[in-house]
């Protein structure tokens, strides 16, 4: 059994961010991982557009975190931070429409991958794949692999195990039952970025796609684009509203502004001319063909009344009844609650005992910004090790 070893579970963003940071300063790292491969969450983040971070001022960056522990994390090592440390390992970016920062078109998620797990072996860094974390205590940590159960002795442990969706991924929040039988504090895991379920009338828009429309929930709004599902509605707008409903009971009710360039009254002027109502809304309107069906779920009453009309385009209620399902969602709020944690992410019972990433009870918006927040921590907590 070696001595004096700081051990990371998890090679995820987290985790191989500690890990690198840590090897540069001339530490020995070893990470372990139940996966036969690293990084399986970060490349599935990848198959929609690897969307790294996001280069956003900074200032409003840091308004997608609620948290100030992430967004004092994040100022310190920020979006500019990220761009400059891919481009040590070779891997160049832009700057999309949406402002997101991907990877050029040369460099696949896996090529990232890689040139990233080759700085680590230079560095120095072990992974030891197919090792599961069971537990800890104030010096061991227990795993089981293939041939059984065995301790490590630590120095210092951080915990990287990621938050609880995509169980495929090796992220199955198994930790969660391990770290509430020692009291730490774990805040419910809950679908983040997650679409929600409406009532059936408008599961027969599945397919459909609304452009340029704003969505509002109390004081919030976001424009974009969504699309109905078989269960219900889906997209970037919608994942933003996330945190918000997140404080409600369901269900209750978000609204789309069909046509955030026009006022009711100017819309209203339209439906008062004398052609019918189907030709206003498409020609003079030039309302989408899903927008108009969407209309269409109104009953008949409603939808022939043009000044209730004019209103319900500008605000038209869709009943929200929930999230999907944890495993399906793009990430999860909940986690470690910081009032486990000291202000150097150190568990406050468990001296050298550090959290990062996804696991910690934290949430942000798809666009780079939970990636960051991941790289951000991992920065954070190895600095906090090289500076303890
Ligand atoms: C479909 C999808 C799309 C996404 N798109 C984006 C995007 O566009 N932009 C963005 O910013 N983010 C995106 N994300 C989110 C992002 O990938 C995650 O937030 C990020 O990967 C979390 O990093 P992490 O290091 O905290 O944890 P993870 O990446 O979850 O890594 C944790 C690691 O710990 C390992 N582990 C867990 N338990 C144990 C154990 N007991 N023993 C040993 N190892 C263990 C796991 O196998 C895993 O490898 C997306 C996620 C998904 C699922």
Same mark, same amino acid.
């Given at each position: 059994?070696?001595?004096?070893?700081?051990?990371?579970?998890?090679?995820?963003?987290?985790?191989?961010?500690?890990?690198?940071?840590?090897?540069?300063?001339?530490?020995?790292?070893?990470?372990?991982?139940?996966?036969?491969?690293?990084?399986?969450?970060?490349?599935?983040?990848?198959?929609?557009?690897?969307?790294?971070?996001?280069?956003?001022?900074?200032?409003?960056?840091?308004?997608?975190?609620?948290?100030?522990?992430?967004?004092?994390?994040?100022?310190?090592?920020?979006?500019? !931070?990220? #761009? @400059?440390? =891919?481009?040590?390992?070779? %891997? +160049?970016?832009?700057?999309?429409? $949406?402002?997101?920062?991907?990877?050029?078109?040369?460099?696949?998620?896996?090529?990232?991958?890689?040139?990233?797990?080759?700085?680590?072996?230079?560095?120095?860094?072990?992974?030891?794949?197919?090792?599961?974390?069971?537990?800890?205590?104030?010096?061991?940590?227990?795993?089981?692999?293939?041939?059984?159960?065995?301790?490590?002795?630590?120095?210092?442990?951080?915990?990287?195990?990621?938050?609880?969706?995509?169980?495929?991924?090796?992220?199955?929040? !198994?930790? #969660? @039952?391990? =770290?509430?039988?020692?009291? %730490? +504090?774990?805040?419910?895991?809950? $679908?983040?970025?997650?679409g929600y379920n409406t009532?059936?009338?408008f599961h027969?828009l599945q397919?459909?796609?609304l452009?340029?429309?704003?969505v509002?929930?109390?004081?919030?709004?976001?424009?974009?684009?969504i699309v109905f599902t078989?269960y219900g509605i889906e997209g970037?707008p919608i994942y933003?509203m996330?945190?918000?409903?997140?404080?409600?009971?369901?269900?209750?009710?978000l609204?789309i502004?069909?046509?955030?360039?026009?006022?009711?009254?100017?819309?209203?002027?339209?439906?008062?001319?004398?052609?019918? %109502?189907?030709?206003?809304?498409?020609?003079?309107?030039?309302?989408?063909?899903?927008?108009?069906?969407?209309?269409?779920?109104?009953?008949?009453?409603?939808?022939?009344?043009?000044?209730?009309?004019?209103?319900?385009?500008?605000?038209?209620?869709i009943?929200i009844?929930?999230?999907r399902?944890?495993?399906?969602?793009?990430?999860?709020?909940?986690?470690?609650?910081?009032?486990?944690?000291?202000?150097?992410?150190?568990?406050?019972?468990?001296?050298?005992?550090?959290?990062?990433?996804?696991?910690?009870?934290?949430?942000?918006?798809?666009?780079?910004?939970?990636?960051?927040?991941?790289?951000?921590?991992?920065?954070?907590?190895?600095?906090?090790?090289?500076?303890?």
């Amino acid at each position: 059994m070696q001595e004096n070893q700081i051990i990371i579970i998890g090679a995820g963003p987290a985790g191989l961010m500690a890990a690198q940071i840590l090897a540069e300063k001339g530490f020995k790292v070893h990470v372990y991982e139940q996966n036969k491969a690293a990084a399986r969450k970060f490349l599935v983040a990848g198959n929609g557009g690897f969307n790294l971070t996001h280069s956003e001022e900074l200032d409003s960056f840091i308004q997608k975190y609620e948290d100030i522990e992430i967004q004092n994390m994040v100022i310190e090592f920020d979006n500019k !931070k990220v #761009v @400059e440390w =891919l481009s040590n390992l070779g %891997i +160049t970016t832009y700057i999309g429409s $949406s402002g997101k920062i991907f990877p050029t078109k040369n460099f696949k998620p896996i090529q990232v991958l890689k040139a990233w797990l080759d700085r680590l072996e230079e560095l120095g860094v072990n992974i030891h794949y197919e090792n599961t974390f069971l537990d800890f205590d104030d010096s061991l940590i227990y795993f089981k692999n293939n041939s059984g159960d065995f301790s490590v002795k630590y120095s210092k442990l951080i915990l990287a195990m990621g938050g609880g969706s995509w169980k495929k991924t090796g992220s199955d929040a !198994k930790w #969660v @039952e391990t =770290l509430t039988k020692k009291n %730490i +504090t774990i805040i419910p895991l809950q $679908s983040a970025n997650s679409g929600y379920n409406t009532p059936e009338k408008f599961h027969s828009l599945q397919g459909q796609y609304l452009k340029n429309i704003k969505v509002s929930f109390g004081n919030q709004e976001k424009i974009g684009e969504i699309v109905f599902t078989k269960y219900g509605i889906e997209g970037s707008p919608i994942y933003y509203m996330n945190r918000y409903t997140r404080k409600h009971d369901f269900p209750l009710m978000l609204h789309i502004d069909l046509k955030p360039n026009l006022s009711e009254t100017d819309i209203l002027e339209q439906l008062k001319g004398n052609s019918k %109502i189907s030709s206003v809304l498409k020609r003079n309107l030039k309302l989408s063909t899903t927008a108009i069906n969407v209309l269409k779920t109104l009953d008949k009453e409603s939808y022939l009344d043009i000044e209730n009309l004019a209103k319900t385009i500008k605000k038209f209620p869709i009943e929200i009844l929930s999230f999907r399902p944890i495993d399906e969602v793009i990430s999860t709020a909940g986690g470690v609650a910081f009032s486990e944690l000291n202000s150097q992410l150190e568990l406050k019972d468990f001296p050298n005992v550090y959290c990062a990433g996804e696991m910690i009870d934290w949430e942000a918006p798809t666009g780079g910004y939970l990636l960051q927040a991941c790289f951000s921590t991992g920065v954070f907590v190895a600095n906090s090790i090289v500076n303890s």
